[in-house]
């Protein structure tokens, strides 16, 4: 199975702030990488496909980079609705795994 | 508007079974691959199962792989999860999840219904 492993497993920062969330692979997947928002009472969101392919609706301060085994997911303007965890997913091979997830919390 | 809403989730002693459901609208079912996926209270996601658009392959979580079958009803757009021999450890929300493109090969999940909340506890 590919273990995905996120850091940090938690961050605090500021309105306006540039956040940078790290996701590697224990082997290479491609582009095949996806990373999702996730807020407290409610279910995943898809942010980013193919490691860097905005889904509809996303604003545009949310990007992603990498190939292989090292992936980034950047938000240049932290806003307050930005405030959750996020997730990266490989879906290069089953088993589909998560990374640990990341909280990004109010500085 | 996709919709996606589960439904049979419940408190279940371990070595029960449960019957979840996922009914589907806004889309053409047929057309997608579906998931099933779970969150444990205070943990990430964890994968369960894949049918593709049209039932003919099934793929499974090595934890579930066994006990749980993935089945769907493209006439009624409807995702089933059958779990047998519950165990205490399968205890999450169950979230049924549509595959990002059509036709599969893009299990990237998006969107996820609400869940259905699986207890099994003694």
């Known amino acids: 199975d590919i273990q995905m492993t996120q850091s940090p497993s938690s961050l605090s920062a500021s309105i306006g702030d540039r956040v940078t969330i790290t996701c590697r692979a224990s082997?290479?997947?491609?582009?095949?990488l996806a990373w999702y928002q996730k807020k407290p009472e409610t279910v995943p969101k898809a942010l980013i496909y193919?490691?860097?392919r905005l889904q509809d609706g996303v604003p545009s301060r949310f990007s992603g980079s990498g190939s292989g085994t090292e992936f980034t997911l950047t938000i240049t303007s932290l806003q307050p609705e930005d405030f959750a965890t996020y997730y990266c997913?490989?879906?290069?091979?089953?088993?589909?795994?998560f990374g640990g997830g990341t909280k990004v919390e109010i500085k | 508007q996709v919709h996606l809403v589960e439904s049979g989730g419940g408190v279940v002693q371990p070595g029960k079974s449960l019957r979840l459901s996922c009914a589907a609208s806004?889309?053409?079912?047929?057309?997608?691959?579906m998931h099933w996926v779970r969150q444990a209270p205070g943990k990430g996601p964890e994968w369960v199962a894949i049918?593709?658009?049209?039932?003919?392959?099934?793929k499974y979580a090595d934890s579930v792989k066994g006990r749980f079958t993935i089945s769907r009803d493209n006439s009624n757009n409807t995702l089933y999860l059958q779990m047998d021999t519950l165990r205490t450890e399968d205890s999450a929300l169950y979230s049924c999840?549509?595959?990002?493109?059509?036709?599969?090969?893009?299990?990237?999940?998006?969107?996820w219904g609400q869940g259905t909340l699986v207890t099994v506890s003694s």
């Open positions: 082997q290479g997947i491609s582009t095949w």
């Open positions: 193919a490691t860097s």
């Open positions: 049918i593709s658009h049209d039932g003919s392959d099934k």
């Open positions: 997913q490989q879906y290069d091979s089953d088993p589909f795994t």
């Open positions: 806004g889309f053409t079912f047929s057309t997608y691959a």
């Open positions: 999840a549509r595959e990002g493109f059509r036709y599969g090969g893009s299990s990237w999940f998006d969107p």
